[in-house]
């Protein structure tokens, strides 16, 4: 089945007055751009999505992921991921532990859980495909800023997303770092064919994501 995110009639308000409508479908390995001035909702529209809108912010509309509709649903039921601007690692667990930390504690493609050897395994595959080989035990605080973005990246996809929401994962990088990061990155979800939303306010971010950009207004 093809995987999409489905944003149906949403209307967010906040204090009383309505501050974004929204009607949108993403498929699987497409990147929706939300751009906007602070204020315009771009953090809402995420934290509604999660299930986690604040006080003074109402909202009507549903979400389908998959072809369920998940509006209703707890934040950790709704097996959406996120990348935000800080990694947010842990630092009293290694680079492996904040992965596995993350991960499903049975394997959904088959009955067997996977025991602490396979898990193992799972994440070195994962850190070597993004060029982080050996680097299971290391303490995230010693990690460059770019090789931490890669670790919350596998953290996040490790966890079996059924969609990913981008809350401006590249801004605190420099320029160089940045275009890889984020090429990993969008790589990273056409390869698990994974509906993505991301909020930013740099063009060239939109321009990477060669998808649908959306511009809010005050």
């Known amino acids: 089945m093809q995987s999409s995110l489905q944003i149906k009639d949403l209307q967010l308000y906040r204090q009383g007055e309505l501050l974004l409508s929204l009607d949108e479908q993403i498929a699987g390995g497409e990147i929706l751009t939300v751009m906007g001035p602070s204020g315009s909702g771009k953090s809402s529209l995420l934290n509604w999505l999660t299930g986690i809108l604040p006080n003074g912010f109402t909202a009507t509309g549903e979400v389908w992921l998959n072809d369920k509709n998940v509006r209703h649903l707890p934040t950790h039921l709704r097996h959406i991921g996120v990348l935000y601007q800080d990694a947010l690692l842990f630092s009293h667990l290694s680079v492996a532990g904040n992965i596995a930390f993350a ?66 994962p590249f801004s605190k990088l420099d320029t160089q770092l940045r275009v890889d990061t984020r090429q990993l990155v969008f790589e990273q979800i056409r390869t698990h064919k994974l509906p993505a939303i991301m909020v930013t306010h740099d063009y060239s971010d939109a321009e990477a994501a060669n998808g649908k950009v959306i511009h809010l207004e005050l």
Do not use: C, Y
């Open 103 to 168: 991960m499903p504690q049975d394997n959904k493609n088959s009955a067997e859980k996977l025991n602490k050897k396979q898990r193992r395994e799972k994440i070195e595959q994962a850190l070597e495909q993004v060029g982080l080989a050996g680097m299971g035990n290391r303490h995230p605080d010693n990690l460059s800023g770019g090789q931490q973005a890669r670790v919350a990246l596998l953290r996040t996809l490790l966890s079996a997303p059924k969609a990913i929401l981008l809350d401006e």
